[in-house]
């Protein structure tokens, strides 16, 4: 069971994000599927449930959730606290009922925008019952990174400090100066993680899920939300 740690601050485009991955991990389990089986594959809910995201939620009125599930996803919630604190626990209790019952290739799990990622995959390290290295990915609004910097420090730069790799994103909203400064900001911070700047609101290069899940397939696709 493949584990990806979605962070980043409020309103960085996780959940943007989470949608473009998951749509690329389920064409690629249904390419996988053709390949493998020869066999017509209608939906890939057949496969069910290779995906699950969990959403994590401070208040009950959020609509992650909602929007996630509209796609069609395998969607757990935990609200009203911070699965990097208050909720640890019961991450770690709905992770492995995920893990001995559905049992899906991937989970994605994606945090309140005030959590350390850092501090979940500790957690579920030390009490999960998967064996798979947790990856954390990390998503910067480069447009607000430095205003965001100033005001909450330290929760920004432990975000970036923590993280496997760091999504840069927002870039139709920022110049290339602004861009190449937050690039260098978050290197200072964080040298050995992988840095990619993209744009969640348009379409992701195939290529930048490749990177991060470690899939094979085409450099050409594109995915979209
Ligand atoms: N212009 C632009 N807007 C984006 C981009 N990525 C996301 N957005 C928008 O930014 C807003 C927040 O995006 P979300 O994906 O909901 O961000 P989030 O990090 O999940 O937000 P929270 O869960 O509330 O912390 C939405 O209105 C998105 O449509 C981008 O690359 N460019
Ligand atoms: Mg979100």
């Not at 009125?61 to 911070?82: M, P, Q, W």
């Not at 390290?125 to 990174?145: F, L, M, Q």
């Not at 110049?175 to 050995?192: F, M, P, T």
Request: aromatic share 6%; proline share 3%; with cysteine.
């Amino acid at each position: 069971m493949n584990i990806i740690i979605f962070g980043g601050f409020l309103g960085a485009g996780k959940t943007s994000l989470i949608l473009s991955l998951a749509s690329f991990l389920i064409q690629k389990n249904l390419k996988e599927v053709h390949q493998n089986d020869q066999q017509e594959v209608q939906s890939p809910y057949l496969q069910s449930p290779y995906l699950v995201i969990i959403e994590n939620e401070i208040g009950e009125t959020g609509i992650d959730h909602k929007i996630l599930r509209s796609g069609g996803y395998e969607v757990r919630e935990l609200f009203a606290g911070c699965v990097c604190c208050t909720l640890a626990a019961d991450l770690t209790v709905m992770l492995n009922e995920i893990a001995d019952t559905l049992k899906p290739q991937w989970v994605i799990i994606e945090c309140t925008g005030l959590a350390y990622p850092g501090n979940i995959a500790d957690t579920l390290n030390r009490y999960g019952k998967h064996s798979d290295p947790i990856r954390i990915v990390t998503v910067v609004d480069a447009e607000r990174w430095e205003e965001l910097a100033e005001v909450a420090p330290i929760l920004v730069e432990k975000q970036v400090q923590e993280a496997d790799v760091v999504l840069i994103n927002k870039i139709d909203l920022a110049d290339d100066e602004v861009i190449s400064l937050v690039e260098d900001r978050i290197h200072s911070i964080n040298a050995s993680a992988k840095k990619i700047r993209l744009s969640g609101s348009g379409m992701i290069p195939g290529s930048v899920w490749r990177e991060i899940t470690g899939a094979n397939g085409s450099s050409e696709e594109v995915t979209e939300k």
